[in-house]
């Protein structure tokens, strides 16, 4: 990849009827890195992943990818792992990969190779006659990861690769992506595994109401707010962590809880309030999660799911 910026957004914008998409949206991606792209539910995500392959024009706005203006002209070179899956069910796998490879610009003999050995390298070899419609979801989900790639591209797009796999195959979808970044290529990872991006990328952009509100490389993001996270593991009643005084905002998981202290507030007095009140089993003053920056910046809603 010779492209100084693998994507390049600048004041995008697209409509939909009444509705604003995406509301001057600038980006940047720099070649052979990891990008996670988050936002909650309705935030535009989803839509500029569509203007950057190309699937939508913008109504404003410039878009440079791999170096080029329109995403068509270099569509061989980019790979693409949908939310809403896109395989034939009735067609069979080994056949499947064959055939979306040809169609990205390789030979039949080399497609089937390929296809061969990411079967091989997905534990499917034995599934390799099956219909799609014969296999677990999970399953299915790792023959689109090899659909999106088999040709090597040089920008894949992945929105949720993890959904619907468990931890084992989770965490092989996961090297396997890291091996996409060891070859060249540049990874955007869309996904709600708030986990997984804060392993793997690098940097990120969080849009909100079609707005990017948060865009940067991760480690100096967190690094901008502070130590300011108390990460606590106790036992007691939650109802306890209520009313901390110097504390904004207690994110309770049942034994373990998130504090977010105000600026000022001093964690030794945050953790002589805590031993009057619950058994401390651990106490540590961290920067905050990719969790807590999300949620910081876009709000929570209990009644609302909240989905990259």
């Given at each position: 990849m010779t492209a100084e910026t693998a994507i390049r957004c600048e004041d995008l914008v697209k409509n939909f009827d009444t509705t604003r998409a995406v509301d001057n949206l600038s980006l940047e991606v720099s070649?052979?890195?990891?990008?996670?792209?988050?936002?909650?539910?309705?935030?535009?995500?989803?839509?500029?992943?569509?203007?950057?392959?190309?699937?939508?024009?913008?109504?404003?706005?410039?878009?440079?990818?791999?170096?080029?203006?329109?995403?068509?002209?270099?569509?061989?070179?980019?790979?693409?792992?949908?939310?809403?899956?896109?395989?034939?069910?009735?067609?069979?796998?080994?056949?499947?990969?064959?055939f979306l490879g040809t169609i990205r610009g390789l030979s039949f003999r080399e497609a089937k190779r390929r296809a061969g050995d990411w079967l091989e390298n997905l534990g499917l070899a034995e599934k390799a006659k099956s219909q799609t419609l014969e296999l677990s979801k999970g399953m299915q989900q790792?023959?689109?990861?090899?659909?999106?790639?088999?040709?090597?591209?040089?920008?894949?797009?992945?929105?949720?690769p993890f959904s619907g796999l468990d931890?084992?195959?989770?965490?092989?979808?996961?090297?396997?992506?890291?091996?996409q970044k060891a070859r060249g290529a540049t990874v955007v990872l869309s996904t709600h595994r708030m986990d997984q991006v804060e392993q793997m990328c690098e940097s990120i952009c969080l849009i909100h109401q079609g707005q990017a509100v948060l865009t940067g490389k991760l480690d100096e993001i967190r690094a901008s707010y502070g130590k300011s996270t108390v990460r606590l593991d106790y036992d007691g009643d939650a109802s306890a962590l209520a009313g901390l005084e110097g504390v904004r905002e207690v994110r309770d998981s049942g034994r373990s809880a998130s504090?977010?202290?105000?600026?000022?507030?001093?964690?030794?007095?945050?953790?002589?309030?805590?031993?009057d009140r619950v058994t401390v089993r651990g106490f540590s003053l961290e920067e905050p999660s990719v969790e807590d920056i999300f949620l910081d910046k876009v709000g929570y809603d209990p009644r609302h799911e909240v989905e990259s």
């Open positions: 070649p052979g890195q990891i990008f996670g792209l988050l936002g909650p539910n309705g935030s535009g995500k989803t839509t500029t992943i569509r203007i950057v392959l190309g699937i939508f024009v913008p109504d404003d706005g410039s878009l440079l990818v791999l170096g080029h203006q329109d995403p068509l002209s270099v569509r061989d070179q980019l790979g693409y792992l949908p939310e809403e899956r896109g395989l034939y069910p009735r067609m069979r796998i080994d056949e499947q990969l064959a790792k023959v689109q990861f090899a659909a999106a790639v088999i040709h090597e591209p040089d920008l894949v797009v992945l929105d949720e931890p084992v195959n989770t965490r092989l979808l996961k090297d396997l992506i890291l091996e504090l977010l202290m105000d600026p000022t507030t001093d964690a030794q007095m945050v953790l002589r309030q805590l031993l």
